[in-house]
């Protein structure tokens, strides 16, 4: 997986250049559990071989399980969202920098030899 670690401009000015940092599996795990408050909850995997059920398991355990399930489900949405309206914004600034070089190009071809060659 590839993260976003800056944004700038070429020397042109005109398309961005993007800084990628690679970040591996494990390293993005041990964030997602470094961020999430567990410390002093029951271990729910150690008490129970088999099934569990809600009634007799996690009645009185809401807390562990926002921490371990809704919790980093939502920060890797969030991060998810962060990420698509990162690529959508670079999605537009490339565009803009195509549309750019299109007018630039269509003003030489207008004026030049080949098209009067062509025509």
Request: hydrophobic content about 40%; overall charge negative.
């Amino acid at each position: 997986m590839l993260e976003l670690n800056s944004l700038s401009e070429d020397a042109g000015g005109s398309l961005p250049v993007v800084h990628l940092q690679p970040a591996t599996h494990d390293e993005a795990l041990a964030m997602a559990e470094a961020e999430v408050p567990t410390a002093g909850l029951p271990d729910v995997d150690d008490e129970v071989q088999g099934p569990l059920s809600f009634r007799e398991h996690l009645w009185d355990r809401f807390e562990l399980l926002w921490a371990r399930r809704v919790a980093p489900s939502r920060k890797m949405l969030e991060g998810f969202v962060a990420c698509m309206r990162e690529r959508a914004q670079l999605e537009r600034q490339y565009a803009r920098g195509l549309m750019q070089s299109v007018a630039k190009l269509q003003q030489t071809t207008s004026e030049g030899v080949v098209h009067s060659g062509v025509v």
